[in-house]
């Protein structure tokens, strides 16, 4: 998408994005009884994996033309000319640094895990369950940033950024056991 950042008709600048994600998952599952009905039985496996990026676009020109024009010409970039003897600029005359970023980050996830439960059912008035859990996340970004903004009033890659693939990953294993 692509939008104007101000809400108004002046061209004060423009964000445009573009987001792309996938997503799979699965899982596999057993469930049951067993010793008459008294056991029951939960387990299985479950695997997940998504992959998203997004491409940012943020430029703004480099002025905003005044709200009441002093000479009517300009550049062609909404900066007036100033002439020697011309008019002064008005105070509604607006100056912005250019900016003209490009950002693009990718992340994907993975999540595994496997897990168990079991019940038994000693009596009509109570039971008792255990179960165990093991889970295992990974986390990957990679970002980057350049600065394409032109020659004045901008300097161009002042704001670059390049990082390095970050990762993470997490275990953990989780247990239950529960009186009905």
């Known amino acids: 998408y692509s939008t104007g ?31 008459g009905d008294k056991m029951t039985y939960t387990g ?67 999540s595994v ?8 059912e000693f009596s009509d008035a109570w039971s008792v369950t255990v179960g165990l859990r093991y889970g295992e996340d990974k986390k990957e970004l990679a970002f980057q940033q350049y600065d394409l903004t032109g020659p004045p009033p901008g300097i161009s890659g002042v704001m670059d950024a390049v990082s390095p693939k970050l990762k993470d990953s997490w275990e953990s294993l989780t247990a239950r056991v529960g009186v009905e």
């Open 44 to 110: 299985g496996i479950f695997y997940f994996e998504e992959m998203a990026e997004n491409n940012t676009k943020v430029r703004f020109i480099r002025t905003v033309p005044s709200v009441f024009p002093v000479s009517g010409i300009n550049d062609g970039t909404g900066n007036p000319v100033i002439t020697p003897g011309g008019p002064l600029l008005l105070p509604t005359q607006i100056l912005f640094v250019a900016l003209n970023l490009d950002t693009y980050r990718q992340q994907e996830t993975t």
């Open 113 to 120: 895990a496997a897990y168990g439960q079991m019940s038994y």
């Open 5 to 35: 950042t101000d809400g108004s008709p002046l061209p004060v600048g423009d964000l445009s994005a573009y987001d792309d994600q996938h997503q799979f998952s699965q899982e596999f599952q057993v469930t049951g009884t067993a010793l």
